[in-house]
């Protein structure tokens, strides 16, 4: 069994910084790329950041200069850095890893439970 952990979300202030993180737990032999996405209320679920096994990293645009993600791969964990936030950065943000391969066994993708992000203005 494979499960995505977050933690780090919270309520600051505009122009404050948070740091996400997201452990995978169980018997991973590999994840392919890990990464985050963001869902505001009534809004619909969008890309934040995604990182692969190679550390090629895909930001939004509305993020870019502000965020940063980073892996710890031996930890099987993937990090957000959001710095200058943003009220428009409310949200619930979701881990998400791709292709996770453990023993017998291939997850084509896995999200987590989310964290939500508050941001006042």
């Known amino acids: 069994q494979v499960q995505l952990v977050e933690s780090g979300g919270g309520l600051v202030q505009a122009g404050e910084s948070l740091r996400l993180s997201c452990t995978a737990s169980?018997?991973?032999?590999?994840?392919?790329?890990m990464g985050w996405y963001r869902q505001a209320p009534g809004a619909q679920r969008e890309l934040v950041a995604m990182?692969?096994?190679?550390?090629?990293?895909n930001y939004a645009d509305s993020v870019k200069g502000r965020f940063t993600i980073s892996r710890d791969k031996a930890k099987n964990t993937v990090y957000l850095q959001m710095n200058s936030l943003k009220p428009e950065d409310t949200a619930v943000y979701y881990c998400?890893?791709?292709?996770?391969?453990?023993?017998?066994?291939?997850?084509?993708?896995?999200r987590g439970q989310g964290t939500l992000v508050t941001v006042s203005s």
């Open positions: 990182i692969t096994s190679s550390d090629t990293t």
């Open positions: 998400n890893a791709v292709d996770v391969r453990v023993a017998l066994r291939r997850y084509p993708e896995l």
């Open positions: 169980g018997s991973i032999f590999s994840i392919s790329a």
